[in-house]
């Protein structure tokens, strides 16, 4: 794309940002929470592409700057001093475009939200159980090195250790927008616990990553909730096992894609305070009926898609963790790393960024910038 057709498409931004500043300090939007939140968005976006638009201007000013003093000035310092702007601004023209154009393609309006991630056991019994824990002490690690916090919401622990299911908020900035690469099946190649012969088995585990939704993303008519209490079981000492801090949840909901109703279930056990197991059943709620009301969304990204790298499709086998090998293979970008232990421990980001190189090269070639 020529210099001119890139300009083009960036007039206005200017503009646009001058008037999101201004209508985000206006007290009838602050007002109107769910305009609000869209423009603040609205406003980031555009404070990153001002700013790199700006700095795309003062290179092509600076290469014409140095193309007119090479072609008139005879002072060897001067032009000395101009062909190394002129060769500094031309070497970072390119890598700004690329910037530029990333930024001009639309971003995912999940992308910024926290995260509920749900992690299931697959196939295999009790080590898809204890596979499914091993995920999850590996998001912990990773969120805590991002400076995310982690809430446990629901889990239903297996026999032999891990977890049949396990439910968990991530909060912190831009959650979504990175953990998204995480949803689909995982599959663990390895010597059980349990196996007596040495063999390897395969097992697997399933993680679904859902956008959390605010208050102001789905209408719940909570007069209509109907709320049970009962004794939450297991360790956690006597206050636990006497007091009703367990939290149930039923609410009959039409879904708008399908027009048929259906009653949605949730309990929520995970603190001793029976107000904070209910706010979190009412996240986990709210999220349910977002994450349905958008399948058409996530469908239709999926339809458009040749190359699936975020899609939130949970039935794709997405990575393979070899134990033997000590091999961690991306299925989705061919992806392969030798440093099991260390993916293990979180250090997951090297994996996350590649798959955001694969997904933003698809974009560019379907946006045709």
Known sequence: MSDNSLLSRLDGIDARFAEVSTLITDPSVIADMRRYVKLTKEYKDLERLTNTTHR????????????????????????AMAKEQLDEATAAVPQVEEEIKLLLIPADPEDGKNAIVEIRGGTGGDEAAIFAGDLFKMYVKYCESKGWSVAVSSVSEGAAGGYKEIVFAVSGEGVYGTMKYESGVHRVQRVPATETQGRVHTSAATVAVLPEAE?????????????????????????????????????????????????????????????KNKERALSRLRTFIYDKEHQKYLDDIASRRKTMV????????????????????????????????????????????????????????????
Request: hydrophobic share 30%; net charge negative.
């Open 56 to 79: 795309y201007r003062d290179l092509l000013s600076a290469i014409d700057e140095a193309k007119e003093i090479l072609a008139n000035e005879s002072d060897s310092d001067m032009r």
């Open 215 to 275: 208050e102001f993303d789905v209408e719940i008519n909570e007069g209509e909730i109907k709320w049970d209490t009962f004794r939450s079981g297991g360790a956690g000492g006597q206050n636990v096992n006497k007091v009703e801090s367990g939290v149930r949840l039923r609410y009959m909901w039409r879904n708008p894609n399908t027009g048929v109703s259906e009653e949605i279930l949730i309990e929520c056990t995970e603190t001793r305070d029976q107000p």
């Open 310 to 369: 975020s899609t939130g499709d949970r039935s794709a086998k997405i990575r393979t963790y070899n134990y033997p090998q000590g091999r961690i293979t991306d299925h989705r970008i061919n992806y392969t790393v030798y440093n099991l232990q260390g993916f293990m421990d979180g250090d997951i980001q090297d994996c996350i960024d590649h798959l955001i190189v694969a997904e933003n090269a698809e974009k560019l070639k379907e946006s045709e910038i």
